[in-house]
């Protein structure tokens, strides 16, 4: 009995890590991407990263909470206050390249959204871009993206 429970706390100690939380999408107001988070308690928001995946190399515009809020909306290149640039080698959109944003928390982080500025503009109104697993993507309401993410919350 005694090896039972050693070999399942065993087992529990070097499970997988947490799951990345359905917290992040993005949508574009004015032609600009929009990244909205919602909310999660077992989120803490600590950098946000927007970049380049075609073509390479990668070029980055990424931000750090240094002691600043969090925020539940952020648009690209507008510096919340309170957070800082880590790195901004991202300094505008191109149509034809696609990007990825990822939101990285102090336990777990956001699952990323891959997204091209067409896709962005071609959402309806009301609507977002949510990441699924290996880099896939669906446009879902808001409210579906907020009921989605309090689930696995």
């Known amino acids: 009995m005694g090896i039972l429970v050693l070999v399942a706390a065993l087992a529990g100690m070097s499970a997988c890590s947490p799951a990345d939380k359905e917290v992040l999408a993005v949508r574009a107001v004015d032609g600009r991407p929009v990244l909205l988070f919602a909310e999660c308690a077992v989120f803490e928001m600590e950098r946000i990263s927007v970049f380049t995946i075609e073509p390479t190399p990668a070029a980055s515009w990424t ?4 002691g600043g809020a969090e925020v539940t909306s952020v648009t690209v290149f507008e510096l919340p206050s309170g957070w800082t640039v880590d790195e901004q080698t991202l300094v505008a959109f191109d149509p034809a390249a696609e990007y990825s944003a990822a939101a990285y928390g102090t336990q777990r982080d956001a699952i990323p959204v891959h997204f091209t500025l067409n896709e962005l503009t071609a959402l309806g109104p009301g609507d977002v871009l949510v990441g699924e ?5 669906k446009a879902v309401t808001e409210t579906a993206f907020r009921k989605r993410a309090e689930k696995t919350c």
């Open 63 to 66: 931000i750090d909470r240094e």
């Open 133 to 137: 697993a290996a880099g896939k993507r």
